[in-house]
């Protein structure tokens, strides 16, 4: 399983950045997907999941009305659209996925994901 982030770079507050990530070697249609994201000296933080059908979404209370997930299975591709970036918001940024095959709950937790990537750099300037 390979989840490849990317999209990261900097940026002025108030600005936007998209992020994606590309799976394989899973049934992407089959799993969960997340976001976390892991600031210098802070631990992983989740930021915002999608159910394997994209039908459930859930945020962070710091990003909510300001970022947004979504996913296409037919390219097995996850992509987070932040706007309105804080300096607050820099951080190295994950995907993360588990199977949804056993629960209808989007978990929100680092320890429910199985599978991650390797991190994609924002950097938001004051």
């Known amino acids: 399983v390979q989840l490849q982030a990317s999209g990261g770079g900097l940026v002025q507050a108030g600005g936007s950045l998209r992020l994606s990530c590309a799976a394989s070697?899973?049934?992407?249609?089959?799993?969960?997907m997340g976001w976390f994201r892991q600031a210098p000296g802070k631990e992983r933080e989740f930021v915002a999941a999608?159910?394997?059908?994209?039908?459930?979404?859930r945020y962070a209370d710091s990003v909510k009305g300001r970022f947004t997930t979504s996913r296409d299975n037919a390219k097995n591709t996850l992509t987070l659209q932040m706007s309105s970036l804080k300096p607050e918001d820099t951080a190295v940024y994950y995907c993360?996925?588990?199977?949804?095959?056993?629960?209808?709950?989007?978990?929100?937790?680092?320890?429910?994901?199985?599978?991650w990537g390797q991190g994609t750099l924002v950097t938001v300037s004051s």
């Open positions: 993360a996925a588990v199977s949804g095959l056993y629960s209808a709950v989007v978990p929100t937790t680092t320890a429910r994901y199985k599978y």
């Open positions: 999608i159910s394997r059908g994209g039908g459930d979404t």
């Open positions: 070697g899973l049934g992407f249609s089959n799993y969960n």
